[in-house]
C-alpha cells in the first residue's frame, strides 16, 4: 500500500517568513495529494491539492509542488501569519480507490 | 461549499457503555465515508470506508463488531464505538466524499473519553 512520509514534524519560523513541509509517496499510482491544516481539537480542513497532471498549483499565500519522478510534493507558505499556526497534514490517493494515506502531520508555529 | 456536521464534538463515557457518533452532510450526497482516528500527536488512521447502503469496509486490525459503522442513507452515516474502554478513548474524525470520489470534507470530531 501507500506510504506517506512528511518533515519535518515541527517547523517554527518567525511572522512574515516562508514556511515549507515536504512528502514523499511510494505509491507511483497516487495521483492526487490534498495538504489539510488542522487547528487544535478540531477535523481538518483542505487547504491545497494539487493532482498528477500538474507540477505547481498556488492560490494566494499558499503554493503545492509536485515532482512525479521523485514521488515527492511540497507545501509552501509565504508571509506567514500567527493564525497559520496549526498542525498541517499531507495525503496521497491512488487512482484504484477514494482511500487518502495521510503523513504523520507538521506542527507549525508562526511567532508574532 | 460542502459541509458535514459532526455530532458530538466530545463525550465522556463509562467503561462498557456504547457511544454513537454522527455525521451529516449537510448540502451534498455522500455516497462515500470515511471513519478515521487520531491518537495525540499522530496522524489520521483510517479505520473504515463505508458506502451508502453497503456493508463497511474495514482496515486491518479494526475490529467490525466492536466500531460499528451505518450509511443508510446519503446524508448520514454513524460509527458507534460499543462496550468502549479506555483505550478506545480517541479524537474521532468523518470525511465525506460525494458521487465521482472528488473532494472529501471532514467533520469537526469527536473526543471521546472513557472512563
Known amino acids: 500500500g501507500e506510504n506517506v512520509e512528511q518533515h519535518p514534524s515541527t517547523l517554527s519560523v518567525q511572522e512574515g517568513d516562508s514556511a515549507v513541509i515536504k512528502c514523499t509517496y511510494s505509491d507511483s499510482a497516487s495521483n492526487y495529494f490534498p495538504w489539510y491544516k488542522q487547528e487544535l481539537g478540531k477535523g481538518s480542513q483542505l487547504i491545497i491539492d494539487?493532482?498528477?497532471?500538474?507540477g505547481e498549483k498556488k492560490d494566494q499565500r499558499i503554493a503545492v509542488t509536485l515532482n512525479k519522478t521523485a514521488k515527492h510534493f511540497s507545501l509552501h507558505i509565504t508571509e506567514t501569519q500567527p493564525e497559520d499556526s496549526a498542525v498541517y497534514f499531507c495525503a496521497a490517493r491512488p487512482a484504484s480507490n477514494y482511500k487518502l494515506t495521510f503523513g504523520k502531520g507538521t506542527l507549525l508555529t508562526v511567532n508574532p | 461549499g460542502a459541509v458535514v456536521s459532526q455530532h458530538p464534538s466530545w463525550v465522556i463515557c463509562k467503561s462498557g457503555t456504547s457511544v454513537k457518533i454522527e455525521c451529516r452532510s449537510l448540502?451534498?450526497?455522500?455516497?462515500?465515508m470515511f471513519w478515521y482516528r487520531q491518537f495525540p500527536k499522530q496522524s489520521l488512521m483510517l479505520m473504515a470506508t463505508?458506502?451508502?447502503?453497503?456493508?463497511?469496509?474495514?482496515e486491518q486490525g479494526v475490529e467490525k463488531d466492536k466500531f460499528l459503522i451505518n450509511h443508510a442513507s446519503l446524508t448520514l452515516s454513524t460509527l458507534t464505538v460499543t462496550s468502549a474502554h479506555p483505550e478506545d478513548s480517541s479524537f474521532y474524525i468523518c470525511?465525506?466524499?460525494?458521487?465521482?470520489?472528488?473532494?472529501?470534507?471532514f467533520g469537526s470530531g469527536t473526543r471521546l473519553t472513557v472512563v
Open positions: 470525511s465525506a466524499s460525494g458521487q465521482g470520489g472528488g473532494g472529501y470534507t
Open positions: 494539487i493532482r498528477s497532471n500538474v
Open positions: 448540502d451534498f450526497q455522500a455516497t462515500t
Open positions: 463505508s458506502n451508502e447502503g453497503s456493508k463497511a469496509t474495514y
